[in-house]
C-alpha cells in the first residue's frame, strides 16, 4: 500500500473516533429518544418502521455529504435535507476506456452490469467516494451502490410501482451498512439487502439486478464496445477513504457481535435464497478455482479467476467470484473442473471464464445464467444472514440445508 493511502485511510478513522469520543457524532441513536431526535433533518414518516432506533448509527457526513451521481438535469425535491432545490454536486457521465485507463490500473475491480444488451462498468475507485449511482442500463432505471465498510456492490432497480425513486446517501448506518434515502418519499433503505426499513415504504422490496465484480482489465477484454462511469474527480481518485481496512479485519461502526467462523473482513460470494444462505469463502475460492453445488434441486456453479486487488490494500489479491446456472438452455447439465487458471466442463472440455461464457471448444460463446451472489465482508454478511452456511470443499449446500 502506498504511504500516501496508508495516511489518507489512518487520519479518516482517527477523525470518525475523535468526533465520536467527544460527542460530536454520537456513537448511535439514543434509545430514549427514539427517531424524533431525526425530525428536525428529515421529512420522513417515522411512525412506520421495521426496525429500532437504537440499530442505527451516526457515520458522520450529513445526508448527501457522500455525493452520489444523480441523471443529467436533476434537481433535489424542496423538502429534501440540506440541498432542497439545488443541483447535486455530480452528474452522471460515462467515458472511453483510454480516459479511465489514464488513472484505473487494470487489477483495480469494477462493478459490471448488462441489461438489454447495454453493459457498463462502474470503478470501486469511484464509488468508494460516491456510492450510489443513480442512473438507467438498457432503458431500465437502476441504482448501483457500494458500501465500503462492507463491501457491499449490489444493483437495484429504481422503479417501485409506477414510481422512479432517486437513492442517496443517508448518512446513517446499520450493521456498519449504508442507509440509503429515497428522495420522493424520504424513505429510509438497507443497501445490503433492498429493504426499506424506515418511512413511507418500509417493507418494500427492491429489485435486484445481476452484477459481477471484476478487474479493470477483464472488463475490457470482455466488453471492448462497452461503457464505463467517468472520473470526475480529477487527482483526488486515488484518496481512498478505507484504506488497509480489510488487512486490519476490523468491523468499523459495528455494534454487533462478529461470527468467529471466519475472519473478518474474509472476502465471501454470499447467496441467498427460499432455500436459505451460504457463504462461500474467497479462500476457499482461490484454492479451487471452481465449486460446483445445488441449489434448489438445481446445479450451479461459482468460478473464481484471478488478477483483482483489493480496493482498500492494493497489494491484496483478491480476485473475482460469480455464480452461474449450470444447467444450457438444451436442459444438459454441466460439471466444471479447475486446471491451473484454466476453468473447463467436463462434458465437452471447453474453457470458461468468470463472465460465464465459453471461451473455446464446443461451446464456444455460449453463456451461462447468472445467478444473484454478491461479494462481502463475512461479518457484514453474518450480521444480516445470521444462518448462513459457510461452504467448504465437500459440503452440498441442499444437502446441507436439509440436514443442518
Request: proline share 6%; net charge negative.
Amino acid at each position: 500500500m502506498s504511504p500516501r493511502l496508508f495516511t489518507v485511510g489512518f487520519l479518516f478513522f482517527v477523525s470518525i473516533l475523535i468526533l465520536v469520543c467527544f460527542g460530536f457524532i454520537p456513537a448511535s441513536a439514543q434509545e430514549d429518544e427514539g427517531f424524533d431526535q431525526f425530525a428536525d433533518i428529515w421529512d420522513t414518516d417515522f411512525s412506520r418502521t421495521s426496525v429500532t432506533a437504537d440499530e442505527i448509527l451516526f457515520g458522520g457526513p450529513p445526508p448527501d455529504g457522500i455525493p452520489p451521481y444523480y441523471p443529467e438535469g436533476y434537481i433535489y425535491p424542496q423538502n429534501a435535507p440540506r440541498n432542497g432545490g439545488q443541483p447535486p454536486r455530480f452528474y452522471v457521465e460515462y467515458t472511453d476506456f483510454a480516459n479511465t485507463d489514464s488513472y484505473l490500473p487494470d487489477e483495480q475491480q469494477v462493478i459490471v452490469v448488462e441489461i438489454n444488451g447495454d453493459v457498463r462498468a462502474y470503478p470501486l475507485l469511484l464509488l468508494n467516494n460516491h456510492e450510489i449511482v443513480n442512473t438507467e442500463i438498457g432503458g431500465v432505471p437502476v441504482a448501483v451502490t457500494f458500501c465500503p465498510l462492507c463491501n457491499a456492490s449490489i444493483v437495484y432497480e429504481r422503479q417501485v410501482n409506477d414510481q422512479v425513486l432517486h437513492f442517496g446517501v443517508s448518512g446513517l448506518l446499520r450493521n456498519s451498512d449504508l442507509i440509503m434515502w429515497d428522495h420522493e418519499t424520504q424513505s429510509w433503505w438497507q443497501q445490503f439487502t433492498g429493504e426499506a426499513i424506515v418511512g413511507e415504504l418500509t417493507g418494500t422490496q427492491l429489485v435486484n439486478v445481476p452484477s459481477v465484480v471484476v478487474s479493470w482489465g477483464d472488463f475490457k477484454a470482455e466488453h471492448p464496445n462497452g461503457k464505463v462511469l467517468a472520473n470526475q474527480t480529477g487527482s483526488r481518485v486515488d484518496l481512498v477513504s478505507y484504506a488497509g481496512y480489510d488487512a486490519e479485519g476490523t468491523a468499523f461502526l459495528f455494534r454487533g457481535e462478529v461470527d468467529d467462523r471466519l475472519f473478518t473482513t474474509e472476502r465471501v460470494l454470499g447467496y441467498f435464497g427460499a432455500e436459505g444462505a451460504i457463504a462461500y469463502p474467497f479462500e476457499w475460492l482461490a484454492a479451487t478455482g471452481v465449486v460446483n453445488d445445488r441449489i434448489g434441486g438445481d446445479p450451479v456453479v461459482i468460478f473464481w479467476q484471478p488478477g483483482a486487488v483489493s480496493l482498500f490494500t492494493n497489494t491484496m489479491e483478491t480476485g473475482s467470484a460469480a455464480m452461474y446456472s449450470a444447467t444450457l438452455a438444451d436442459d444438459l447439465e454441466l460439471t466444471f473442473i479447475s486446471e491451473g487458471d484454466v476453468i473447463k466442463d467436463e462434458q465437452t472440455g471447453s474453457t470458461w471464464n468468470v463472465f460465464g461464457r465459453a471461451t473455446a471448444g464446443e461451446l464456444a460463446d455460449t453463456q451461462l445464467e447468472l445467478i444473484l451472489s454478491y461479494p462481502h465482508f463475512w461479518f457484514a454478511w453474518a450480521a444480516f444472514r445470521p444462518d448462513t452456511l459457510v461452504w467448504e470443499p465437500g459440503l452440498i449446500a441442499d444437502a446441507a440445508w436439509q440436514n443442518p
